[in-house]
């Protein structure tokens, strides 16, 4: 996983980044440039590779701080007990359109292999998730596309505008229908901040800056429910992964953050809790993998975890210095998320952490507009109001930050409450201990410790299956 390679593709036909020149036969002809490009598929043959050897989560195979354990990377996946080495601090490259223009929403594609942009002008872009050069630019809204995402059954992409529009998209990026979802009232934009749809992709929920929260039909694209409560716009909305609940939060810092119940008749109210902690607009709502956890992102510079099990603040991460604009959960890790603010910094963190495992305080020089992870979790993107997108993935093993002003800092919250600054890679491994205890132990017990394969101990697997192992 994360091997930077010269070279690569470049346009579609695969071919080097170039510069113009002048040829043997006067012709403009371009010369090859190296292209950093972050090739997966090693990482997944290694770990399709030994799988069949993890059967428990300890088992995974330790990494070593040193480069050259960088090609025994795996993806995230096969190391769910160490957080740190998810985290994507490593700077891949940033990418930018020919008109710039402010970029409002990023959205990987199912099988992970473009990046759907879209930006201030209307259009959307698609970038090559391999190589990170542009691919397909296609004039999609009249207006400035605010938000996107994909159905659960990964078929459809729903978009949404500053005028009020919501349009269908196929995988082919072919439209097929439109609704004018919020209407646009006199000398002001009625713009659809958030679009979110139902675990079964039957209903649809978008939000708007004329302050309601509507459900939809996703089939007959009929309106089927108003929900009225907030006292501003609306910024986001999201429904539960798995329930017929949804969040929304708005600007009104009186009633930030509300749970709606969709199923309600009219004659019913739909308002079923309002959380007050924030003491400012919440820009950004996101629930959790397991459906218990709702994060919230809001202009205090807070990050805010609820337990919707107990309807009660669980934790506040402390760490922005200005607004929080986005948040994004890991597709593989439930306790861990990232965040950007309007200042241009990205802080990952992890749930029971006393501060960020990783935080990259110069990542953009504006503010951050929307976070995406890679369905794989090894590749992170973030578009910015500075006309950019950047890549970012994780740091090699052993790699250090250096002295460079925006390097990522990683932090370890170890069990006894103090953050400690860690090794990208070892993810709190104790080094000192473990040299300790190497040079303590006796000559059959260290032989015993350097034997097999590193991270695996044989000993205890065949005490504890020595029944099936026979």
Partial sequence: D???????????????????????????????????????????????????????????????????????????????????????????????????????????????????TGISSGELTLWNALTFNFDTLQKAHDSAVRCMTWSRNQTWMITGDDM?????????????????????????????????????????????????????????????QVLRGHGAEVRTVDWHPTKGLVASGSRDAQQPIKLWDPRTTPDASPLLRTMFHHTNSVNDLKWSKNGHWLISASSDALVKLYDIRVMKELQSFRGHKSEVTSVAVHPFYETLFVSGCT???????????????????????????????HPMGHILCSGANDHSIKFWTRNRPGVTAGDRQDAPVYYDNSADGNAQEVIPGMSGY?????????????????????????????????????????
């Fill in 164 to 224: 009020g529009l919501v349009k269908y998209w196929q995988s082919n990026m072919n439209e097929v229908a439109r609704i004018q979802a919020h209407h646009v009232q006199v000398n002001s934009k009625m713009s659809v901040r958030q679009i979110s749809l139902s675990p079964t992709d039957a209903k649809l929920a978008t939000c708007a800056d004329d302050g309601l929260v509507k459900i939809w039909d996703f089939l007959t694209l009929r309106e089927e």
């Fill in 2 to 116: 994360d091997s930077y390679r010269g070279g690569g593709g470049g346009g579609r036909r695969g071919g080097h980044d170039t510069m113009y020149g002048q040829g043997f036969d006067g012709k403009t002809v371009r010369k090859a440039v190296k292209r950093l490009t972050v090739d997966h598929h090693s990482s997944i043959l290694h770990y399709m590779e030994h799988r069949p050897m993890m059967m428990r989560p300890h088992h995974s195979p330790l990494m070593q701080p040193h480069l050259s354990y960088h090609i025994r990377m795996m993806p995230p996946l096969a190391h769910p007990d160490t957080i740190a080495e998810a985290a994507c601090g490593k700077f891949i490259l940033s990418a930018m359109n020919k008109d710039r223009r402010p970029v409002f929403c990023c959205k990987w594609t199912p099988e992970g292999r473009r990046l759907v």
């Fill in 430 to 470: 104790d080094l000192s201990t473990a040299r300790s205890t190497m040079h303590s132990a006796s000559p059959a017990t260290r032989s015993g410790l350097y034997s097999g394969r590193p991270g695996v101990d044989r000993r205890s697997h065949y005490n504890n299956h020595g029944n099936n192992a026979q």
């Fill in 343 to 373: 200042g241009g910094s990205l802080m990952y963190w992890e749930v029971g952490g006393e501060r960020e495992v990783c935080a990259i305080h110069s990542a953009h020089e504006q503010a951050i507009w929307c976070l995406d992870w």
